[in-house]
Protein backbone atom coordinates (compact mmCIF):
# COMPACT_ATOMS: atom_id res chain seq x y z
CA UNK A 1 0.00 0.00 0.00
CA UNK A 2 2.98 2.57 0.13
CA UNK A 3 3.52 2.35 -3.60
CA UNK A 4 2.06 5.56 -5.06
CA UNK A 5 1.77 4.27 -8.51
CA UNK A 6 -0.26 1.38 -7.52
CA UNK A 7 -2.74 3.43 -5.12
CA UNK A 8 -3.03 5.77 -7.89
CA UNK A 9 -4.07 3.31 -10.46
CA UNK A 10 -6.93 2.25 -7.59
CA UNK A 11 -8.11 5.58 -7.12
CA UNK A 12 -9.28 5.64 -10.93
CA UNK A 13 -13.19 6.12 -10.85
CA UNK A 14 -13.84 5.92 -14.53
CA UNK A 15 -11.62 3.36 -16.79
CA UNK A 16 -9.33 5.17 -19.02
CA UNK A 17 -8.47 4.57 -22.90
CA UNK A 18 -5.37 2.63 -21.35
CA UNK A 19 -7.59 0.45 -19.19
CA UNK A 20 -9.81 -0.48 -21.97
CA UNK A 21 -6.85 -1.40 -23.91
CA UNK A 22 -5.30 -3.41 -21.43
CA UNK A 23 -8.46 -5.60 -20.57
CA UNK A 24 -8.57 -6.45 -24.43
CA UNK A 25 -5.45 -7.29 -24.29
CA UNK A 26 -5.24 -9.77 -21.25
CA UNK A 27 -8.53 -11.33 -21.68
CA UNK A 28 -7.07 -12.06 -25.70
CA UNK A 29 -4.30 -13.19 -23.92
CA UNK A 30 -6.44 -15.71 -21.25
CA UNK A 31 -8.16 -16.84 -24.22
CA UNK A 32 -5.39 -17.85 -27.02
CA UNK A 33 -3.68 -19.67 -23.90
CA UNK A 34 -7.47 -21.68 -23.15
CA UNK A 35 -7.73 -20.31 -19.87
CA UNK A 36 -11.20 -18.80 -20.00
CA UNK A 37 -13.49 -18.75 -23.25
CA UNK A 38 -15.57 -16.07 -24.50
CA UNK A 39 -19.08 -18.04 -23.95
CA UNK A 40 -17.56 -18.05 -20.17
CA UNK A 41 -17.16 -14.64 -19.71
CA UNK A 42 -20.39 -14.29 -21.03
CA UNK A 43 -22.03 -16.78 -18.91
CA UNK A 44 -20.36 -14.89 -15.62
CA UNK A 45 -21.67 -11.73 -16.56
CA UNK A 46 -24.94 -13.05 -17.30
CA UNK A 47 -24.65 -14.97 -13.65
CA UNK A 48 -23.39 -11.45 -11.80
CA UNK A 49 -26.61 -9.33 -13.18
CA UNK A 50 -28.68 -11.65 -11.48
CA UNK A 51 -27.46 -10.20 -8.84
CA UNK A 52 -29.57 -7.22 -7.07
CA UNK A 53 -30.12 -5.09 -3.88
CA UNK A 54 -33.76 -6.23 -4.08
CA UNK A 55 -32.96 -9.46 -3.42
CA UNK A 56 -31.00 -8.86 0.05
CA UNK A 57 -33.66 -6.18 0.75
CA UNK A 58 -36.76 -9.20 0.59
CA UNK A 59 -34.62 -11.19 3.14
CA UNK A 60 -34.19 -8.26 5.54
CA UNK A 61 -37.63 -7.98 5.41
CA UNK A 62 -38.75 -11.23 5.58
CA UNK A 63 -36.77 -11.61 8.64
CA UNK A 64 -38.00 -8.81 10.47
CA UNK A 65 -41.83 -10.30 9.79
CA UNK A 66 -41.11 -14.10 10.30
CA UNK A 67 -38.81 -15.24 13.32
CA UNK A 68 -37.81 -18.89 11.56
CA UNK A 69 -36.66 -16.83 8.74
CA UNK A 70 -34.66 -14.94 10.75
CA UNK A 71 -32.66 -17.60 12.53
CA UNK A 72 -32.08 -18.91 9.09
CA UNK A 73 -30.69 -16.09 8.02
CA UNK A 74 -28.57 -15.67 10.68
CA UNK A 75 -27.24 -19.16 10.74
CA UNK A 76 -26.85 -19.79 6.54
CA UNK A 77 -27.24 -17.21 4.37
CA UNK A 78 -26.98 -19.64 1.33
CA UNK A 79 -29.58 -21.17 2.37
CA UNK A 80 -31.79 -17.85 3.18
CA UNK A 81 -31.22 -16.88 -0.34
CA UNK A 82 -32.25 -20.04 -1.87
CA UNK A 83 -35.33 -20.07 0.09
CA UNK A 84 -36.46 -16.86 -1.29
CA UNK A 85 -35.74 -18.44 -4.70
CA UNK A 86 -32.19 -16.90 -5.46
CA UNK A 87 -29.75 -19.53 -6.73
CA UNK A 88 -26.53 -19.31 -4.97
CA UNK A 89 -25.01 -22.05 -6.83
CA UNK A 90 -20.99 -21.08 -7.44
CA UNK A 91 -21.15 -18.40 -4.59
CA UNK A 92 -19.31 -18.39 -1.40
CA UNK A 93 -20.65 -18.56 1.52
CA UNK A 94 -22.75 -16.06 2.77
CA UNK A 95 -23.09 -15.00 6.72
CA UNK A 96 -25.10 -11.87 7.62
CA UNK A 97 -24.60 -9.77 10.69
CA UNK A 98 -27.76 -8.62 12.96
CA UNK A 99 -27.59 -4.92 13.90
CA UNK A 100 -28.51 -3.99 16.87
CA UNK A 101 -29.45 -1.04 19.59
CA UNK A 102 -26.18 -2.20 21.12
CA UNK A 103 -23.99 -3.26 17.67
CA UNK A 104 -23.89 -2.00 14.51
CA UNK A 105 -21.89 -4.19 11.68
CA UNK A 106 -20.24 -2.45 8.62
CA UNK A 107 -18.68 -4.13 6.21
CA UNK A 108 -15.51 -3.44 3.97
CA UNK A 109 -12.79 -5.52 2.15
CA UNK A 110 -9.61 -3.80 2.89
CA UNK A 111 -7.77 -6.15 0.44
CA UNK A 112 -9.57 -5.57 -2.54
CA UNK A 113 -13.18 -5.69 -3.33
CA UNK A 114 -15.39 -8.74 -1.36
CA UNK A 115 -19.03 -8.51 -1.74
CA UNK A 116 -21.84 -10.71 -2.06
CA UNK A 117 -21.66 -9.88 -5.88
CA UNK A 118 -24.25 -13.60 -6.39
CA UNK A 119 -26.98 -11.78 -4.31
CA UNK A 120 -26.62 -8.06 -4.54
CA UNK A 121 -24.69 -7.92 -7.47
CA UNK A 122 -22.12 -6.00 -8.43
CA UNK A 123 -20.47 -2.96 -5.27
CA UNK A 124 -21.03 0.22 -5.41
CA UNK A 125 -17.56 2.22 -6.39
CA UNK A 126 -17.63 3.74 -3.29
CA UNK A 127 -17.27 0.15 -1.63
CA UNK A 128 -14.44 -0.02 -4.17
CA UNK A 129 -12.28 3.53 -3.05
CA UNK A 130 -9.06 3.47 -1.30
CA UNK A 131 -11.01 6.10 0.55
CA UNK A 132 -13.67 4.03 2.18
CA UNK A 133 -11.24 0.93 2.70
CA UNK A 134 -9.12 2.99 4.55
CA UNK A 135 -11.28 4.92 6.77
CA UNK A 136 -13.81 1.94 7.43
CA UNK A 137 -11.10 0.51 9.78
CA UNK A 138 -9.79 3.21 11.15
CA UNK A 139 -12.40 5.97 11.81
CA UNK A 140 -15.65 4.34 11.04
CA UNK A 141 -17.67 6.48 13.07
CA UNK A 142 -16.54 9.66 11.86
CA UNK A 143 -17.30 8.20 8.22
CA UNK A 144 -20.90 7.10 9.62
CA UNK A 145 -20.92 10.76 10.82
CA UNK A 146 -20.23 12.72 7.49
CA UNK A 147 -22.43 10.47 5.84
CA UNK A 148 -25.19 11.34 8.28
CA UNK A 149 -25.85 8.30 9.84
CA UNK A 150 -26.39 9.17 13.29
CA UNK A 151 -26.01 6.01 15.40
CA UNK A 152 -26.77 6.33 19.14
CA UNK A 153 -23.27 6.87 21.40
CA UNK A 154 -23.82 3.39 23.03
CA UNK A 155 -23.90 1.83 19.68
CA UNK A 156 -20.34 -0.03 19.27
CA UNK A 157 -19.54 0.06 15.76
CA UNK A 158 -18.06 -3.43 14.52
CA UNK A 159 -16.16 -3.35 11.22
CA UNK A 160 -16.21 -6.47 9.43
CA UNK A 161 -13.37 -6.80 7.37
CA UNK A 162 -14.07 -9.35 4.49
CA UNK A 163 -10.87 -11.16 3.69
CA UNK A 164 -11.40 -14.59 3.26
CA UNK A 165 -13.89 -17.01 1.98
CA UNK A 166 -17.17 -15.80 3.22
CA UNK A 167 -19.30 -12.83 2.14
CA UNK A 168 -20.93 -10.54 4.27
CA UNK A 169 -24.34 -8.60 4.62
CA UNK A 170 -26.16 -6.84 7.15
CA UNK A 171 -29.84 -7.07 8.88
CA UNK A 172 -30.31 -3.61 9.45
CA UNK A 173 -32.75 -2.77 12.81
CA UNK A 174 -36.76 -2.49 11.78
CA UNK A 175 -37.02 1.40 11.79
CA UNK A 176 -39.76 2.18 14.20
CA UNK A 177 -43.25 3.89 13.05
CA UNK A 178 -43.53 1.12 10.05
CA UNK A 179 -45.81 -0.93 11.78
CA UNK A 180 -48.47 -0.46 9.14
CA UNK A 181 -46.75 -0.86 6.21
CA UNK A 182 -47.19 -3.47 3.81
CA UNK A 183 -44.04 -5.94 2.70
CA UNK A 184 -43.41 -4.61 -0.79
CA UNK A 185 -43.43 -0.80 0.70
CA UNK A 186 -41.02 -2.30 4.14
CA UNK A 187 -38.92 -3.78 0.92
CA UNK A 188 -38.51 -0.16 -0.67
CA UNK A 189 -37.01 1.49 2.99
CA UNK A 190 -34.08 -1.49 2.37
CA UNK A 191 -31.21 0.43 0.23
CA UNK A 192 -28.43 -0.95 -1.07
CA UNK A 193 -26.35 0.95 1.43
CA UNK A 194 -27.88 -0.69 4.73
CA UNK A 195 -27.30 -4.17 3.23
CA UNK A 196 -23.80 -3.74 3.97
CA UNK A 197 -24.22 -1.20 7.34
CA UNK A 198 -23.19 2.13 5.01
CA UNK A 199 -27.14 3.42 5.73
CA UNK A 200 -30.27 2.83 8.05
CA UNK A 201 -33.40 2.17 6.52
CA UNK A 202 -36.01 4.98 6.26
CA UNK A 203 -38.76 5.14 8.50
CA UNK A 204 -41.25 5.90 5.12
CA UNK A 205 -41.61 5.02 1.84
CA UNK A 206 -41.13 8.21 -0.51
CA UNK B 1 -11.03 -27.16 -3.77
CA UNK B 2 -7.72 -28.56 -5.67
CA UNK B 3 -6.84 -31.43 -2.82
CA UNK B 4 -9.62 -32.71 0.01
CA UNK B 5 -6.93 -33.81 2.31
CA UNK B 6 -7.99 -34.40 6.36
CA UNK B 7 -7.72 -31.88 8.69
CA UNK B 8 -6.60 -31.81 12.07
CA UNK B 9 -8.98 -30.52 14.41
CA UNK B 10 -9.10 -26.84 14.84
CA UNK B 11 -6.61 -25.43 16.94
CA UNK B 12 -8.86 -22.44 18.61
CA UNK B 13 -12.32 -21.91 19.81
CA UNK B 14 -14.35 -19.31 20.77
CA UNK B 15 -13.10 -16.90 23.61
CA UNK B 16 -9.55 -18.03 23.21
CA UNK B 17 -7.21 -14.95 23.01
CA UNK B 18 -4.52 -14.79 19.61
CA UNK B 19 -1.69 -13.11 18.07
CA UNK B 20 -1.22 -12.06 14.95
CA UNK B 21 2.15 -12.46 13.65
CA UNK B 22 3.80 -9.17 12.58
CA UNK B 23 6.09 -11.40 9.58
CA UNK B 24 6.17 -10.51 6.08
CA UNK B 25 6.54 -12.64 3.53
CA UNK B 26 5.42 -10.42 0.95
CA UNK B 27 9.35 -9.15 1.48
CA UNK B 28 10.96 -12.52 0.23
CA UNK B 29 9.24 -12.88 -3.14
CA UNK B 30 5.80 -12.97 -4.62
CA UNK B 31 2.75 -14.03 -2.86
CA UNK B 32 -1.01 -14.04 -1.88
CA UNK B 33 -1.65 -13.10 1.79
CA UNK B 34 -5.01 -12.47 3.14
CA UNK B 35 -3.79 -11.25 6.44
CA UNK B 36 -3.79 -7.25 5.82
CA UNK B 37 -0.81 -5.39 7.14
CA UNK B 38 -2.58 -3.65 9.75
CA UNK B 39 -3.62 -6.24 11.70
CA UNK B 40 0.01 -7.99 11.93
CA UNK B 41 1.32 -8.19 15.62
CA UNK B 42 -2.16 -7.29 17.21
CA UNK B 43 -3.66 -9.92 19.56
CA UNK B 44 -7.17 -10.73 18.89
CA UNK B 45 -10.00 -12.65 20.39
CA UNK B 46 -11.58 -15.82 18.65
CA UNK B 47 -15.17 -14.92 18.08
CA UNK B 48 -16.28 -18.34 15.83
CA UNK B 49 -14.86 -20.95 13.80
CA UNK B 50 -15.81 -21.60 10.43
CA UNK B 51 -14.40 -24.25 9.06
CA UNK B 52 -11.50 -25.42 6.78
CA UNK B 53 -10.54 -24.08 3.33
CA UNK B 54 -8.36 -24.36 0.54
CA UNK B 55 -5.31 -21.67 1.74
CA UNK B 56 -5.64 -19.02 -0.52
CA UNK B 57 -1.86 -18.77 -0.75
CA UNK B 58 -1.39 -21.74 -2.42
CA UNK B 59 -4.70 -21.36 -4.77
CA UNK B 60 -3.29 -17.73 -6.37
CA UNK B 61 -0.32 -19.83 -7.71
CA UNK B 62 -2.91 -22.70 -9.12
CA UNK B 63 -0.99 -24.94 -5.99
CA UNK B 64 -2.57 -28.27 -4.81
CA UNK B 65 -4.42 -26.01 -1.59
CA UNK B 66 -4.35 -27.62 1.86
CA UNK B 67 -7.40 -27.14 3.86
CA UNK B 68 -6.65 -24.62 6.79
CA UNK B 69 -9.17 -23.34 9.43
CA UNK B 70 -10.58 -20.17 9.15
CA UNK B 71 -11.82 -18.18 11.95
CA UNK B 72 -13.54 -14.81 13.05
CA UNK B 73 -11.22 -12.83 15.34
CA UNK B 74 -12.06 -9.61 17.12
CA UNK B 75 -10.31 -6.83 17.89
CA UNK B 76 -10.84 -3.42 19.40
CA UNK B 77 -9.87 -0.37 17.13
CA UNK B 78 -8.28 1.56 19.94
CA UNK B 79 -5.63 -1.60 19.98
CA UNK B 80 -4.93 -0.77 16.44
CA UNK B 81 -4.53 2.73 16.31
CA UNK B 82 -3.14 4.88 18.38
CA UNK B 83 -5.00 7.94 17.18
CA UNK B 84 -8.23 6.91 18.38
CA UNK B 85 -8.04 5.68 21.12
CA UNK B 86 -11.38 6.81 22.72
CA UNK B 87 -13.63 5.39 19.62
CA UNK B 88 -16.17 2.45 20.84
CA UNK B 89 -15.55 0.26 17.59
CA UNK B 90 -13.78 -3.05 16.65
CA UNK B 91 -13.35 -5.61 13.93
CA UNK B 92 -14.11 -8.49 12.73
CA UNK B 93 -12.00 -10.19 10.68
CA UNK B 94 -11.56 -14.00 9.05
CA UNK B 95 -8.04 -14.91 9.32
CA UNK B 96 -6.35 -18.54 8.57
CA UNK B 97 -5.02 -20.87 11.30
CA UNK B 98 -1.68 -20.75 9.90
CA UNK B 99 -1.59 -16.76 10.61
CA UNK B 100 -2.71 -17.48 14.39
CA UNK B 101 -0.83 -18.32 17.53
CA UNK B 102 -1.85 -19.39 20.76
CA UNK B 103 -1.23 -16.55 23.70
CA UNK B 104 -0.61 -18.14 26.97
CA UNK B 105 -3.57 -17.02 29.09
Not at chain 1, 9 to 18: G, K, Q, R, Y
Request: charged share 25%; net charge negative; glycine share 6%.
Amino acid sequence: MSDHQHDHDHDHHFPTPESYGLLDRLVNTLVRKGIVSMTELEQTRVETEKGNPQHGAKMVVKAWLDPDYKNLLLRDGVAAAEAIGHSMVGAPPLGVLENTPEIHHMIVCTLCSCYPRKLLGYPPDWYKSSAYRARAVRNPRSLLDEWGIKLQPQTEIRVVDSTADYRWMVLPMRPSGTENLSEEELVKLVTRDCLVGAGLPDSKVD
Amino acid sequence: MNLQVPVTAPLFKPGDMVRIPLVWPEQKGPCHIRTPAYIRGHSAQIICHFGAFPNPEELAFGKPAQLIHLYHVAVSLSDLWDDDAKQDASLLIEIYEHWLEKLSP
